[in-house]
T-cell receptor, first 111, second 115 residues
Framework: AQSVTQLGSHVSVSEGALVLLRCNYSSSVPPYLFWYVQYPNQGLQLLLKYTTGATLVKGINGFEAEFKKSETSFHLTKPSAHMSDAAEYFCAVSRNEKLTFGTGTRLTIIP | DTAVSQTPKYLVTQMGNDKSIKCEQNLGHDTMYWYKQDSKKFLKIMFSYNNKELIINETVPNRFSPKSPDKAHLNLHINSLELGDSAVYFC??????????????FGPGTRLTVL
């Protein structure tokens, strides 16, 4: 069975500070990993995904994530938080065409 | 143009009623999905269709019946609505055929409230 665990249901950072959202996965096969963002009252939007190849993946809005097999992690980072980054972030693992989501992390940006 | 659209955006209804949610995608994708997001924001897949054929059916009560008239549409009909059905329902689509690497594109969601 494949699953993801997001550590921290709420994360608050100051504007301009580093954003770090944690995601660990368990998978019996090489994982395909995704980060999605959900802005208030909207659907989910893909930030980035890891399939194969380079383990550091760059996404939209300045976000990136690094796949670390030894740590079974796929943490999401952004060097400098912006007020517009306030949203819910979901990590997901894919099996066939089925996405299994983590429980989400709400990111709050402090002015 | 909206890539994945859902109607209605909000749906308030009484227990026991039957209601439908419609989804359309104009991306030319072959695969469509329904997800349920509960009050704690937990997202879980319900159904998936590929070219009008059901390929994923999670343990969803049979009061929920998806229907795909063509590959651009996937509707969700719910019979005998219960309080626990209150949630946000998201439709999504993907290219299909790419298996685990396909990106899924989500609609804006339908917030269902059962009174």
């Amino acid at each position: 069975a494949q699953s993801v665990t997001q550590l921290g249901s709420h994360v608050s950072v100051s504007e301009g500070a580093l954003v770090l959202l944690r995601c660990n996965y368990s998978s019996s096969v090489p994982p395909y990993l995704f980060w999605y963002v959900q802005y208030p009252n909207q659907g989910l939007q893909l930030l980035l995904k890891y399939t194969t190849g380079a383990t550091l993946v760059k996404g939209i809005n300045g976000f990136e994530a690094e796949f670390k097999k030894s740590e079974t992690s796929f943490h999401l980072t952004k060097p400098s938080a912006h007020m517009s980054d306030a949203a819910e972030y979901f990590c997901a693992v894919s099996r066939n065409e089925k996405l299994t989501f983590g429980t989400g992390t709400r990111l709050t940006i402090i002015p | 143009d909206t890539a994945v659209s859902q109607t209605p955006k909000y749906l308030v209804t009484q227990m026991g009623n039957d209601k439908s949610i419609k989804c359309e995608q104009n991306l030319g994708h072959d695969t469509m999905y329904w997800y349920k997001q509960d009050s704690k924001k937990f997202l879980k897949i319900m159904f998936s269709y590929n070219n009008k054929e059901l390929i994923i059916n999670e343990t969803v009560p049979n009061r929920f019946s998806p229907k795909s008239p063509d590959k651009a549409h996937l509707n969700l009909h719910i019979n005998s609505l219960e309080l626990g059905d209150s949630a946000v329902y998201f439709c999504a689509s993907s290219r299909g055929g790419g298996g685990r690497t396909d990106t899924q594109y989500f609609g804006p969601g339908t917030r269902l409230t059962v009174l």
